[in-house]
């Protein structure tokens, strides 16, 4: 499944290559109203969301790693749904091995589309590799600035850092204009799709300490918390609601994003276990219905369609089929259209 997947996404890019050109116009976000797209079917009702770019209800996706996210493939993706995605977070520091040009390309596709670009947790490897060298740490702070980057993502699941040093870190992100977004969460080992049993083993943090380190965190000037999903929803025999209901009660809604897993890389000994595919949408949906269908999501880009509909209230499950609602604008109290982008 994951071969023809990746065969069809390099088709689609290689044709798509051959009808279009891009500019290579500073990286810019355009304004909500400039460039909103128009469908045959406003005409049907469906939820009303905010308009980019949004404060809450954020949908943020995997770019280059478990498969080359080229520019053109990423253009013809926000071309289609650029309406339902806000950010695009790069995986396991893959733009470190990209051309600078074609690097500053795609960061610029995703401007142009109104999309924010993060560099995802590769922080952990310079601070690892330079032994927390401060020098080191601000060159690369630059360097993504100077690239076009946004958002910068401070995980720390394979590290052991001190709570005062990465609130230190999330101070001098901010400082070097990006925005900073400490990862944090109950799993030891998170990050790098270890299997159950790895996990188990390596033991879980009483929920507490992930929630007194956020609000340290968004002390120092982070923007947003990402919720690490190993150990709570992804690679665990039972999901830890109990976690979930303690961090969304502890923290402002807004202020915290939501991991799930790629449905192509389920270990395929533990699907007994780890049923949380993509194309099962029961972990989206237990977040959307316990926190409203403008809860903030990091997906896979391949998600994003099953997502908007989720959103939107157009489809869903047995469970969620009519049921995920949002009050709307003005008199009519409802929308029927798609929000603005």
Not at 53 to 63: A, C, F, K, N, S
Not at 114 to 124: A, L
Not at 145 to 169: H, Q, R, Y
Not at 190 to 203: Q, R
């Amino acid at each position: 499944m994951a071969s023809t997947f990746a065969k069809y996404i390099l088709r689609g890019a290689l044709a798509s290559n051959s009808r279009r050109t891009f500019s290579s116009s500073s990286p810019c976000l355009i304004s909500s109203s400039s460039n909103t797209p128009t469908s045959a079917y406003n005409f049907l009702p469906s939820n009303f969301l905010p308009a980019k770019p949004r404060g809450h209800g954020l949908t943020e996706i995997r770019g280059p790693y478990y498969y080359p996210v080229t520019q053109t493939y990423l253009d013809e993706l926000l071309s289609d749904w650029g309406e339902f995605v806000d950010g695009v977070k790069f995986a396991g520091g893959a733009f470190s091995l990209m051309p600078e040009e074609r690097l500053r390309g795609l960061i610029e596709t995703a401007h142009k589309h109104n999309v924010y670009v993060s560099t995802g947790g590769y922080i952990e490897k310079v601070l690892s590799s330079s032994n927390g060298n401060r020098a080191v740490i601000q060159k690369y702070l630059e360097t993504c600035k100077n690239m076009g980057f946004d958002v910068l993502e401070i995980s720390s699941g394979f590290l052991s850092i001190p709570t005062d040093d990465w609130a230190d870190l999330v101070e001098m992100t901010a400082k070097a204009g990006l925005k900073p977004k400490p990862e944090v969460g109950i799993q030891w080992g998170a990050g790098g799709d270890a299997s159950v049993a790895e996990l188990e083993s390596a033991g879980t943090r009483d929920p507490k300490w992930l929630i007194d380190r956020a609000k340290t965190f968004l002390e120092a000037g982070a923007y947003m918390i990402m919720i690490e999903s190993e150990g709570i929803t992804e690679n665990v025999r039972s999901w830890r609601t109990d976690v979930i209901s303690a961090v969304t009660s502890a923290l402002p809604k807004e202020k915290i994003m939501r991991a799930f897993p790629n449905f192509l890389f389920v270990h395929l000994a533990e699907l007994s276990v780890d049923r949380f595919e993509a194309a099962d949408p029961e972990v989206f949906a237990y977040h959307i219905q316990n926190q409203g269908a403008t809860a903030n999501l990091f997906v896979d880009h391949s998600q994003i369609v099953q997502l908007a509909c989720l959103r939107k209230g157009i489809w869903g499950t047995g469970s969620t089929f009519g049921k995920i609602v949002t009050i709307g604008e003005g008199e009519s109290g409802g929308s029927n259209r798609i929000p603005s982008a």
